[in-house]
Each structure stands twice: as structure tokens, then as C-alpha cells.
């Protein structure tokens, strides 16, 4: 099944620019039928480092960007192409071409470039059409983001790719007038165990589940790179095959206690938690 629109449902990437030093930029395209504000509503952009399923970087975006219009996230050391374009800019260390990028509202995702969690080595893809060292624009076909971090990323499917340093692109974009937001809706209605499977992979691997209800047995505070929750299935299914329990990473101190009765929405993947020396 798929949800259609020919509206955008929310804000999502439009142009991805990697080029020399810290020429980078991303572009946020509106193409919902009204402004937005972006403080109100907790408008953010991650960056997840090196194959790490946390954020170690978070980029708050301020301002309002009008329906139809961009709004233009640039490194403060970029090219002055690209800063002649930015509507808001910000130090540190950026994305590379092996770094997961997500664009959040509060704590909705709204679109990811990369797979989070997966390290892909230099790049995604291949040729001009790669996270590295190019800058990808959207095609006009695509009217929403992916929200599914979790799943292959082929840059390919919904990007064009132009050679290292194109910042043309930068401060507009179109989008087709039959272009539609068609996704995979999300997979209901499971319980842990289903999603754990009687095999060492889980079944759902790289699938958006939701409703997934549990009672949190443990909570470990470890921060944006190993915190989270285990949780137990409240009605076992009594299969030994099977495993009735799950952790559920949040990238953050959870705010829950064991005991908890919780219902769990996320992406379903192999987690392996980063533990330092």
C-alpha cells in the first residue's frame, strides 16, 4: 500500500551540496499550500557521522520559509556562491559523503539522505549521482522526502547529480505539476515478536513499523549514541524462536522507566551500539 499526495505532506531535502572544503549546503523545499515556521515547529537538521545511528551534530533552523519557496542551510565557511543563497548558516564539522543527513520536525522524520546506522565506505551511489564530493538536486517528479532511514539508499532513484562545486541550483527549486508523494506505508499492527523473527535478521529489517506496544523492562542513558530502551512484548507469544523482547534506540536519555507502558513507532534494523573505552 502507498499514501498519494499530490502536496507535499511536510518540508523535504531538494538540493545536497558536498563540494571543496566546507562548501556544503542543504536545501529545504515547502511545497505544503502554506508558510511555515520553523521555530514553532521544531524544525531541525541531523547529521549522523561515519555510520553512527545517532546524531552527533543537531542544526536547529529559525525563520519561516513561504509555500513554495526554499530555505538554504550552508556551512558558515562555505563559497560565497553558496552563502550568497543561505538563509542560515553554521560552524563545525559537516557531513561528508559517508554521513546520513536528517531532516526532523520535533521528533518526526521527515527525510533522510543516507542510511542510518550503515556506513557505505567513500559514498552512496555512484558517478555524479553520490553523496561525495557532488551536489544532488531532487528530481521534479518527487513531491515529499523519505522519511525511512533504514532502508537502501540509492541516490539514483529520486536525485540528479552535478559535478563537485555546482552551486547554480542553490535558492529554488520546481517541482512537477503531476508529481505525487508515494511511499510505502508503514507496517502495523506487530508485535516484537513478529518483528524479531525466528531468524538472526529480522524479518521487517530496514521497514518503518508502527503501534508497536511494550512494557519497558530497562532504560540505559547513553546519550545521543547509545540511548534507548528495552522493551518486553505485553502478551508473549510462547514461541521459543522467537524473542518477546527489544531495544529501541531514541538517541537520547529516554524520558521512560521500566515499568512503562509504551507504544512504539521507528525504523526496524540490526543495532549495534557504539561503546567507548
Not at 22 to 29: G, P, T, V, Y
Not at 91 to 99: A, E, T
Not at 162 to 190: E, I, K, M
Request: glycine share 16%; hydrophobic share 40%.
Amino acid at each position: 500500500p502507498t499514501v498519494t499526495s499530490a502536496a507535499a505532506p511536510d518540508l523535504f531535502f531538494s538540493e545536497y551540496v558536498e563540494g571543496s572544503g566546507d562548501s556544503k549546503a542543504l536545501e529545504i523545499f515547502n511545497g505544503t499550500g502554506a508558510d511555515v515556521d520553523l521555530d514553532a515547529g521544531g524544525y531541525h537538521v541531523q547529521m549522523h557521522f561515519n555510520g553512527a545511528a545517532g546524531a552527533a551534530l543537531r542544526i536547529d533552523l529559525t525563520g519561516t520559509v513561504a509555500d513554495g519557496d526554499v530555505f538554504v542551510l550552508a556551512h558558515s565557511s562555505a563559497a560565497a556562491a553558496v552563502l550568497a543563497q543561505a538563509d542560515q548558516t553554521a560552524g563545525g564539522g559537516w557531513f561528508n559523503g559517508d554521513d546520513a543527513v536528517v531532516l526532523k520536525r520535533g521528533s518526526s522524520t521527515l527525510d533522510v539522505i543516507g542510511k542510518l546506522g550503515s556506513d557505505p565506505g567513500a559514498q552512496w551511489g555512484s558517478g555524479l549521482a553520490s553523496t561525495a564530493d557532488n551536489t544532488l538536486r531532487r528530481k521534479a517528479g518527487i513531491a515529499c522526502g523519505d522519511p525511512n532511514g533504514v532502508d537502501a539508499f540509492d541516490p539514483a532513484v529520486e536525485w540528479d547529480g552535478f559535478a563537485n562545486n555546482t552551486f547554480g541550483g542553490l535558492g529554488s527549486h520546481t517541482v512537477a505539476a503531476d508529481a505525487q508523494c508515494a511511499r510505502p506505508a508503514p507496517t502495523a499492527d506487530l508485535q516484537i515478536f513478529d518483528i524479531q523473527g525466528a531468524g538472526h535478521p529480522s524479518p521487517y529489517d530496514g521497514v518503518l513499523v508502527t503501534g508497536v506496544p511494550g512494557v519497558v523492562t530497562a532504560v540505559r542513558a547513553g546519550g545521543a549514541l547509545n540511548g534507548g530502551f528495552w522493551m518486553a512484548a505485553p502478551e508473549p507469544d510462547g514461541e521459543d524462536a522467537t524473542s518477546d523482547g527489544i531495544f529501541v534506540f531514541t538517541g537520547a536519555n529516554p524520558d521512560t522507566e521500566p515499568g512503562d507502558l509504551v507504544v512504539v513507532d521507528g525504523g526496524a534494523t540490526e543495532f549495534r551500539p557504539f561503546f567507548e573505552d
